[in-house]
Every structure is written in structure tokens, then in C-alpha cells.
């Protein structure tokens, strides 16, 4: 690394430093500050990407950025795994790195339009305030030596200015969010500002502003809250969320899975249970409610709890009081509830399949988690998190996401929500690092295997496929068409054989496959599978025939 500081010519004049403290007076006033911020300073130094990061302790959080991919904005980059990154945190002043410096660039094939960039222009401003490292600019120009004949002094104007205007900026919207708070008579609570790489929420579309409005409204009470939605859109990390902003932060959240305990262990495991109390209980034993006094039980998967002990959980949430296993006093708790679930409930209550007493309990503050497909714009930003995040577990130096593959990745409908994204962006990854032929590993789209055709990824079940009668029946155009009448004796029978044969229709057409079949039908995969089984469309091993 070698820092250059040249006096003879001055390429950023007085004009533009005026221009420059004009454009960011009038930034803090803005609601997209950051971007009128970066937008300031490419216009005072001429340069082809520039980014502004937040220092959160040892990471930098990309605020705002001009010429990189647009995934740049959901990656955190640890300053001590990015050499040119720590020798601009290191400094006081603005760094300028050789063309030929040996210092891998973080932005190694970010820059829209340029994948090599092995010779290029490279400068870092640290942003200080009363001597604490508040952020960083970061600028690339395609020519080499671009920014070699800036003035010293000029570059240190810029970067005082810029760390006020950050500074401000960051004051600003705490400010506003504060006032959003407390206009909806809530708490504010703004300590929990750096949460762990992987705890927090990422999303700039509409509908995840509306549920970060939601989250934040209804955390700091202790309302029951009740998450809903599609498998692998994130509800447990929403419920991490209001208990982070919740007064209760400093006590335990206790997470339980309520479909995977066994049903005649479920009233232990919630209330707890005495040594001697059925067989295998050698030992007293704390239950889930118990380890959560004072704090969160998060209930996950609520849908699949049994009626049998719906009624017992419904008296413990209503009253506060505990009965372990095997005893005959009670215990009074302090607990709040967050219940998730992917199903829809009050179908569920309509079909008698779960309490109304107890929905109604739980359903105090309904919370809506938005599929991904619903989600315009953060496809880009959560594959960029995902790739940092297997970058280094993966010990790469560089990971990045072409710009075609980027055009994939918005283009799939993604069936399996986040979670399918991050499978897929998981094993696009390894099959990167085979094909990698230098230091920088590229996804493309030959790496994002299994969604160009619509279909689930590996790591997604197996799609079901159906018997050899389901099969004959939706291989025939007209077998089992919606137009078909068939005279109704059986309200129930008749709506399940209506069913059946708009779904037999919707497979036939979609040559057998599942998750194309739910598209279409604007369902979920998985309650298209369910909804199937029930109707009597069998999973089978045999294959379907054309």
C-alpha cells in the first residue's frame, strides 16, 4: 500500500468545494441523505463507484452507493478480512492505493460494467469525528492514477465535511425514528443498534418498511403477538426482533417447536414435570414457560399443537400460572407470548382444528411476514448477505454475483422464500469455488442450479408424485375439467371433487410439477402438497407419465 500526498496540481477547485459544502448543507434535510451524500462527493472527485459505510464496531455497513452491483448493500464487510479496508480505518487521513498495490479490493468485480479491474484507480476517506472512526468513503475509478493529482489539503476538506454531514445525517434519521415511536405511543428504543451479522432484518421494499413499522409499534408492549406466514420467510427472525426491542431484551427469548415434540411430552416440556411423574422422568425438570419468566416463549410452529393441550396452554397464557407434571401446585409466571405459524389459523378454527379461544389469545397483534416474491428489490440485496456470509465460511477471498446471475435471481418466483435463496446462493458458492480460476470466485448463472426451471433446489423435499389413477386422470385433457357437472349429492364431496380436479388440471398442465402447479394456482407449495394428500392425490414412486 503506498499513500500518496501530491501538492503541485489541484484538480478539485474552489468552485467545487463550494459546490460540494452547498449540496451538503442541504443533505440532512432529505429522507435519502445517504445517497445525496455519495452523490456530493462524485460530484467534487470524478470517479466511476463510491460507497458510504457506517464503522459499527469492527464492521463497515454500506449506507449508499453509485457504480457497484446492487447486492453491495447487503454485505457487511469485517474490517480486520479486508487489507484496503483496515489501511483506510488505520488512517487519518485519505489513502490512495498504487495502481499496482498488492491489496486485494473488496469490490473486486462490483463495478457495474467492468468485471477485471486488476489496474484501476483506488482511494479511501476514514470519516473522524471528535477522534472516534464514524465511516468511510470508498472510491474506484477504471482509469489508473485518477485520483494521484488531487491536493492533499482538498481531500481533507472533503473528508471533514463528509464526516459532519454523516454524522448529522445518522443523528437525523435516529430522530426520526424516534418521533415515528413515539407518534405511536411506544418506547423508543434505539440501544440495540448493532445486532449480531445475521440477527437482523434486511429489506427496502415497501412491504418490509410496513413490517418494520409493525415490529416496532408493537415490541416494547407486551402484547401476544401472533407471525404468520409461508415456510422460510424468516418468522423466528422477526420474533428475535421484538424481543430485541422489547423491555424484556435483557431477559431470555426460549424458543420451542411445538411440531416436533412429541405429543405426549408437549405439557412437560412446556410446564415442566416432577421426578416420578410418568416413566423416564428420573429428575425434576423446568419447563419452557418457566425458563422463560421474565422474558419471551416463542411458540413456534403453533398450527401443529394438538387440541388436546390447546386448552391447557390457553388457561396458562390467560392466567399467567404454571402446574408442573406430577404436582399439585401451581406457579405463577411473567411471560409474553410470540406465536408463528405457516398456516392460516382462522381456517384452522373453521375446521375445527384449533381453538378460537386460543387464536383470539395469541392473535392480539397479528404480525404478516411477506413471501420474498412479494418482496420488489430485495432479492439482489439478500443474495449479497448470503454470499458474504459463505464467503467466509468458505475462506474466499472474493465472492461476487455477475450481473447475469443477478438477472436470474430476480427473475424466479423463489417457492421456498429466503430460505430456498440462501440454499441456493449456499451451494452456487461451492460450485463457484470448483470452477474458480483466479482469486476472485464469480457466480453465474450456470452455478444457480435448479431454479432456471422453476423447480425446488436440493435442499428442498422431494416432489411428490402422483399414482398411476391421478396420473391417467390429469393426462387427459378433459378428464376432470373445472367445466365438468357432476350431480351434487354431498356439498363436501362435491367441493373436494371440484378441488381435486382443478388441481389434477393445474398439474396436468404444468407436466406433473408441483411447485409450478402452486404458482399458478397462487398457493403455497407445501398447502398445495397437503391439500393434495388430503384430496387423495397419493404420493407414489412412480414416475408420471407424459
Known amino acids: 500500500m503506498t499513500q500518496i500526498r501530491p501538492t503541485s496540481v489541484n484538480k478539485v477547485t474552489q468552485s467545487s468545494l463550494l459546490n ?5 448543507a442541504s443533505v440532512t434535510a432529505q429522507s435519502n441523505r445517504f445517497e445525496l451524500l455519495i452523490s456530493a462527493v462524485r460530484g467534487a472527485i470524478n470517479c466511476d463507484a463510491v460507497v458510504l459505510l457506517e464503522c459499527r464496531e469492527n464492521v ?3 449506507l449508499a452507493q453509485r457504480g457497484l452491483l446492487d447486492d453491495v448493500l447487503g454485505r457487511h464487510f469485517v474490517i480486520d478480512e479486508h487489507p484496503r479496508l483496515a489501511a483506510i480505518c488505520e488512517d487519518r487521513y485519505p489513502v490512495r492505493f498504487a495502481a499496482d498495490s498488492p491489496l486485494p479490493d473488496p469490490y473486486d468485480g462490483m463495478v457495474v460494467g467492468h468485471d477485471d479491474l486488476s489496474v484501476h484507480s483506488c482511494m479511501g476517506i476514514p470519516l473522524y469525528l471528535e477522534g472516534s472512526l464514524i465511516g468511510a468513503v ?6 489508473p492514477n485518477e485520483f494521484d493529482e488531487i491536493d492533499s489539503r482538498a481531500l481533507d476538506i472533503i473528508a471533514a465535511m463528509a464526516a459532519m454531514a454523516l454524522n448529522t445525517s445518522m ?13 405511536s405511543l411506544v418506547q423508543a428504543l434505539t440501544e440495540d443498534e448493532h445486532l449480531k451479522e445475521g440477527s437482523s432484518i434486511l429489506g427496502q421494499s415497501e412491504v418490509m418498511s410496513k413490517l418494520m413499522q409493525s415490529i416496532e409499534l408493537v415490541a416494547p ?7 404468520e406466514g409461508e415456510t422460510g420467510v424468516g418468522k423466528e427472525l422477526v420474533a428475535r426482533k421484538l424481543h430485541s426491542l422489547s423491555q424484556r431484551s435483557s431477559a431470555p427469548m426460549v424458543y420451542v417447536n411445538c411440531a416436533a415434540i412429541p405429543q405426549h411430552l408437549i405439557e412437560s416440556e412446556l ?9 423416564g422422568a428420573d429428575r425434576d425438570r423446568d419447563g419452557k414457560f418457566l425458563l422463560a419468566d421474565g422474558g419471551t416463549l416463542f411458540l413456534d410452529e403453533i398450527g401443529e399443537l394438538p387440541l388436546e393441550v390447546q386448552g391447557t396452554l390457553l388457561r396458562a397464557i390467560q392466567n399467567q400460572e404454571i402446574q408442573a407434571v406430577g404436582r399439585d401446585k401451581t406457579k405463577n409466571v411473567d411471560v409474553r407470548i410470540i406465536a408463528a405459524t405457516n398456516r392460516v389459523l382462522s381456517d384452522e378454527v373453521e375446521n375445527k382444528r384449533f381453538r378460537a379461544d386460543l387464536f383470539h389469545r395469541l392473535s392480539v397483534f397479528p404480525v404478516h411476514v411477506p413471501p420474498l416474491r412479494e418482496r420488489q428489490g430485495d432479492t439482489l440485496l439478500l443474495a449479497g448477505h448470503f454470499a458474504e456470509q459463505y464467503r467466509r465460511k468458505l475462506g474466499l477471498r472474493q465472492l461476487i454475483i455477475s450481473e447475469s446471475a443477478g438477472e436470474v435471481l430476480r427473475g424466479y418466483q423463489w417457492p421456498g422464500n429466503v430460505r430456498e435463496l440462501e440454499h441456493v446462493i449456499s451451494r452456487a458458492a461451492l460450485l463457484a469455488r470448483s470452477d474458480q480460476q483466479s482469486e476472485l470466485t464469480v457466480i453465474g448463472p450456470s452455478h444457480l442450479t435448479g431454479i432456471q ?5 436440493a435442499f428442498s423435499q422431494p416432489e411428490p408424485q402422483l399414482s398411476s389413477e391421478d396420473a391417467r386422470q390429469f393426462s387427459s385433457k378433459d378428464e376432470f375439467s373445472n367445466t365438468d357437472v357432476h350431480p351434487v ?10 378441488q381435486k380436479g382443478i388441481i389434477l388440471d393445474a398439474l396436468r398442465r404444468k407436466e406433473g410439477n408441483w411447485a409450478q402447479a402452486a404458482r399458478e394456482l397462487s398457493m403455497d407449495r407445501a398447502n398445495l402438497v397437503r391439500l393434495g394428500k388430503r384430496l387423495g392425490i397419493t404420493v407414489h414412486k412412480s414416475v408420471v407419465p407424459n
Open 138 to 143: 470508498t472510491l474506484d475509478s477504471i482509469a
Open 60 to 62: 463497515l455497513v454500506p
Open 221 to 227: 408492549s407486551d402484547f401476544a403477538v401472533l407471525i
Open 171 to 183: 443523528l437525523m434519521s435516529k430522530l426520526e425514528r424516534k418521533s415515528h415511536r413515539a407518534q
Open 20 to 24: 460540494l459544502a452547498m449540496d451538503l
Open 489 to 498: 349429492v354431498n356439498l363436501k364431496e362435491a367441493t373436494e371433487r371440484y
Open 271 to 279: 410446564f415442566g414435570h416432577v421426578k416420578g411423574a410418568f416413566t
Open 453 to 457: 426451471e422453476g423447480k425446488y433446489t
